[in-house]
């Protein structure tokens, strides 16, 4: 019960973050939250402790538990970051699809489906179903650290997203570009799922952070030599 208790305080305090409904540099009062989410005090700290290690949370001496920030130069090094790691992890878990990755994967559309409604553009709420249906389609990468770095890097980008969609300042990703995704990976349309989903980070970049950021992102992963063999294509097409 206990490992339940902390694995919802742990999700429970994921979202509020990356829904904004804790802003980045805000404190986290511990036992206050732990008072409006009816639990005790204890595994939101052990939530406090695993959102540290995944970015979220930044822990000092003076200010205790804080949102982590989020400046220009952190967006564009998590940008970066994921734009060379998914395509990797999709590309690895379209190879090796199985009937089981499959079905995994129908669960998590039909829920994001449920979740976005007859918007069209993300709606508020979207968020978990967004991050599990991402998460299923690379789930069968058979890389356990991938997966790891992917997972933070996904909540992140998608902090990014939500804080800007909530300031109007971008209305967010469709579900036409999700169908797209979906139906080239249950297909297994290798090459047009990975140009799917690398548009579909690349599109989150550029409304979030900026065209010239993103084509300057493009630049330095390509002087490097790295990125999926498509990256470069579908970057100079969106730029």
């Avoid at 990468?141 to 969609?165: F, K, P, Y």
């Avoid at 139906?183 to 970049?205: L, S, Y």
């Avoid at 010239?212 to 493009?218: E, K, N, T, Y």
Wanted: hydrophobic share 45%; with cysteine.
């Amino acid at each position: 019960m206990a490992a339940t208790r902390t694995q919802w305080a742990e999700d429970r305090l994921r979202t509020a973050i990356v829904t904004g409904e804790l802003e980045p540099g805000e404190r986290i009062r511990i036992e206050q939250l732990a008072a409006d989410w009816q639990l005790s005090p204890t595994p939101l700290r052990e939530a406090v402790r695993a959102l540290a290690h995944a970015g979220l949370v930044e822990l000092t001496p003076q200010r205790g538990a804080t949102v982590a920030g989020l400046s220009p130069g952190e967006m564009a090094n998590i940008y970066e970051l994921r734009l060379l790691l998914e395509p990797r992890a999709l590309r690895l878990s379209l190879h090796r699809r199985s009937w089981g990755w499959r079905a995994e994967v129908e669960t998590a559309w039909y829920a994001l489906q449920a979740a976005w409604g007859d918007a069209t553009h993300a709606p508020p709420g979207i968020e978990p179903a967004h991050t599990a249906f991402h998460e299923a389609l690379t789930s069968g990468c058979g890389n356990a650290e991938l997966l790891r770095l992917t997972r933070r890097l996904a909540a992140q980008s998608m902090r990014i997203l939500l804080l800007a969609m909530a300031r109007g300042d971008v209305a967010g990703p469709t579900l036409a570009e999700h169908v797209a995704l979906y139906d080239a990976c249950v297909e297994g349309e290798v090459d047009d799922a990975m140009r799917e989903a690398i548009a579909h980070i690349a599109r989150t970049i550029a409304t979030t952070i900026g065209p010239a950021s993103l084509a300057a992102l493009g630049e330095r992963i390509a002087e490097a030599g790295g990125g999926d063999p498509l990256l470069g294509g579908v970057l100079d097409g969106l730029t």
